[in-house]
């Protein structure tokens, strides 16, 4: 019995709306957690000069009919060019408004491509799936061509082609390893152990850290910093994350190490944000 007109499209919307505020408030949520090392958060700008916690909660917000959009055109849909195409044009569109909000101040251009995608799988996957299920979709989308994208190189770019390491594309069309296999895992880990949601989250940015190839960190301090990121946060975990006194000591000198550094873990950002809203959608759902 197929669902009337009207109803589905009353259903599409709920699950758009719901989808785009969760979204939005991942992005929040993983600004406002502190202390993160060399990142934006409740004590300041980091190792950034032109970044505000204010700033990037007035992105994230700014980024919810983005979302809105993405989930609402990719509902029930198949993964080909078409909603490809869609989906590259929604982001692009999404990233002028972000832009314009911020005063041309980049945000959060990653966190559009990685939470955009997972976005337009939940609803191609009508609201009701798994963690697993979802980044398999959103990599399926991302796998495909997008022939209107611009040729254009970022900084995120440039720095994979220089390091040859793998970045925010990758990470897609390999179904977010970084999410699947480390952060949400650490999350619910650290959880079940005891620690409090920000100690978890801090954790899962730590589980993140300690082998994404990090192209924002690339781009502001090379090899080295990097080398430092990955061990830093290794470091955190092997003293029992952030709800163990050696963990938060080993976090202190992490955040010190990366500010002297000028480095700023943002792709790890964006991933957590995905994580944080991977984990409210499918903790709805299943």
């Given at each position: 019995?197929t669902?009337?007109?009207?109803?589905?499209?009353q259903?599409?919307e709920?699950?758009?709306?719901?989808?785009?505020?969760r979204?939005?408030?991942?992005?929040?949520?993983e600004?406002?957690l502190t202390?993160?090392p060399?990142?934006?958060?409740?004590?300041?700008?980091?190792?950034?000069?032109d970044l505000?916690?204010?700033?990037?909660?007035?992105?994230?917000?700014?980024?919810q009919?983005?979302?809105?959009a993405l989930a609402?055109?990719s509902w029930?849909?198949p993964?080909?060019?078409?909603?490809?195409?869609?989906?590259?044009?929604?982001?692009?569109?999404?990233?002028?408004q972000m832009m314009?909000?911020?005063?041309?101040?980049?945000?959060?251009r990653?966190?559009?491509?990685?939470?955009?995608?997972?976005?337009?799988a939940?609803?191609?996957?009508?609201?009701?799936?798994?963690a697993?299920?979802?980044?398999?979709?959103?990599?399926?989308l991302?796998?495909?061509p997008?022939?209107r994208?611009?040729?254009s190189?970022?900084?995120?770019l440039?720095?994979?082609?220089r390091?040859r390491v793998?970045?925010?594309?990758?990470?897609?069309?390999?179904?977010f390893?970084?999410?699947?296999?480390l952060?949400l895992?650490?999350?619910?880990r650290?959880?079940?152990?005891?620690?409090t949601?920000?100690?978890?989250?801090?954790?899962?940015?730590?589980?993140?850290?300690?082998?994404?190839?990090?192209?924002?960190v690339?781009?502001?301090?090379?090899?080295?910093?990097?080398e430092?990121?990955?061990?830093?946060?290794?470091r955190?975990l092997d003293?029992?994350g952030c709800?163990?006194l050696?963990g938060?000591q080993?976090?202190?000198q992490?955040?010190?190490?990366?500010l002297?550094?000028?480095?700023s873990?943002?792709?790890a950002a964006?991933?957590?944000a995905?994580?944080l809203?991977?984990?409210?959608?499918c903790?709805?759902?299943?």
């Amino acid at each position: 019995m197929t669902m009337q007109p009207q109803l589905s499209e009353q259903r599409a919307e709920r699950l758009a709306e719901r989808l785009a505020e969760r979204a939005s408030m991942a992005l929040i949520d993983e600004a406002r957690l502190t202390p993160k090392p060399g990142l934006v958060d409740g004590r300041g700008s980091g190792a950034h000069q032109d970044l505000t916690l204010t700033l990037m909660e007035l992105s994230a917000r700014s980024l919810q009919p983005t979302f809105h959009a993405l989930a609402l055109h990719s509902w029930q849909r198949p993964a080909d060019i078409a909603l490809r195409q869609l989906v590259g044009q929604l982001g692009r569109e999404g990233e002028a408004q972000m832009m314009a909000a911020t005063n041309g101040v980049n945000t959060h251009r990653g966190a559009i491509w990685a939470l955009g995608l997972l976005v337009s799988a939940v609803a191609m996957l009508d609201g009701d799936a798994t963690a697993e299920a979802v980044c398999r979709t959103a990599a399926a989308l991302a796998s495909l061509p997008d022939d209107r994208a611009p040729r254009s190189f970022s900084k995120g770019l440039r720095a994979t082609q220089r390091y040859r390491v793998p970045g925010a594309r990758e990470e897609a069309q390999q179904a977010f390893p970084h999410i699947r296999q480390l952060a949400l895992p650490q999350l619910r880990r650290s959880r079940a152990a005891g620690a409090t949601e920000e100690q978890a989250r801090l954790d899962a940015l730590m589980a993140i850290m300690t082998s994404l190839s990090d192209t924002c960190v690339l781009s502001r301090s090379g090899l080295n910093g990097l080398e430092a990121m990955q061990q830093g946060a290794q470091r955190v975990l092997d003293h029992g994350g952030c709800s163990t006194l050696p963990g938060r000591q080993a976090l202190a000198q992490l955040d010190a190490k990366m500010l002297s550094m000028n480095a700023s873990p943002g792709g790890a950002a964006d991933l957590l944000a995905a994580t944080l809203f991977l984990d409210g959608i499918c903790l709805l759902t299943h």
